[in-house]
C-alpha cells in the first residue's frame, strides 16, 4: 500500500480525490443528515453541490483532498484549500457520513492532510468549526490543534502548523481565537471549502 493509502479498516481505504470520484462525493455530501450539513456548511441547506464535488476532485497546487472509501463509495472527504493571499496557509475542513462516525475516520483523514500540508510546506492549516461542534473540536484538540477559547463565539478558529518540526503532528499554534460568520459568507460555510467553491478568506 502506497503512502497516499491507508487503511483506517480493513474495509476502508484513504485516498486522494480524482475526477472519476466526484458523482459519490456528491452523494456523500446530498445524504449527510440535515444536522452534520448545518455542522460542515453552517446552513442547512448548502447550494451548488455540484461545484464543491468538482472542486474537492481536483488536485492541484491550491486543492488537496482526500476520501476514505469503502470499496467505491466515498464515506468521508476531509480537503484543505491554500489561501489567495498566503500560500502558507490553508483552510481545511472534513465531512464524515453519519453512519460511518466514530470509527477513527475523521481523526485519520485529518492526520493524513497534516503530512501532505507538512510536505508541501503549509504553516498554518486551519479549521472554523462552530462553537456546538463538539466532536470536531475534541478531534482536532486529540491532534495538538489549538484553539483560544478565551471569548465565546459561535466559531472557533482552531489551528496547526504542520511545517514545525516540533510536537506531534505539527507545533500548536493559537490564533484568532473566537469568531462570528464574516458577513461575506452569507451561508456561513468555512472559506474554500464551503458549498459556494473555493472562496478563500483567512481559512
Ligand atoms: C466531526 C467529524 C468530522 C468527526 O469525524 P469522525 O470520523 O466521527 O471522528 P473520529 O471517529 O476520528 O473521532 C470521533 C470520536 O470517535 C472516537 N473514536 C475514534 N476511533 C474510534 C473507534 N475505532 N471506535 C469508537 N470510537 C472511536 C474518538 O475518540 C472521538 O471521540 P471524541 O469525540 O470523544 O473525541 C464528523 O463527526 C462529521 O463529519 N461531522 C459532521 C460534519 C462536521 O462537523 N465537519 C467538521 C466541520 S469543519
Known sequence: MSAEQR????DLVIRPLGPQDEDSVRAL??????????LRFFTVAPRRVDELAEMLCRQD???VSLGAF???A???VANY???DDDVASAECA???SHPMQHHGIGTALLQRLVDIARARGIRRLSAYVLSVNTTMLQVLGELGWVRNGSEPGSVVQVDIAPADPLGNGGSRVAVDSSLRVPPDRPEGGPSGTSANGPSVVGP
Open 70 to 72: 469503502d470499496d467505491a
Open 7 to 10: 487503511a483506517v479498516s480493513p
Open 29 to 38: 455530501h446530498e445524504h449527510l443528515t440535515q444536522r452534520d450539513t448545518y
Open 74 to 76: 466515498v464515506v468521508a
Open 81 to 83: 484549500t491554500v489561501l
Open 61 to 63: 497546487d491550491r486543492h
Open 94 to 96: 472534513v465531512a464524515v
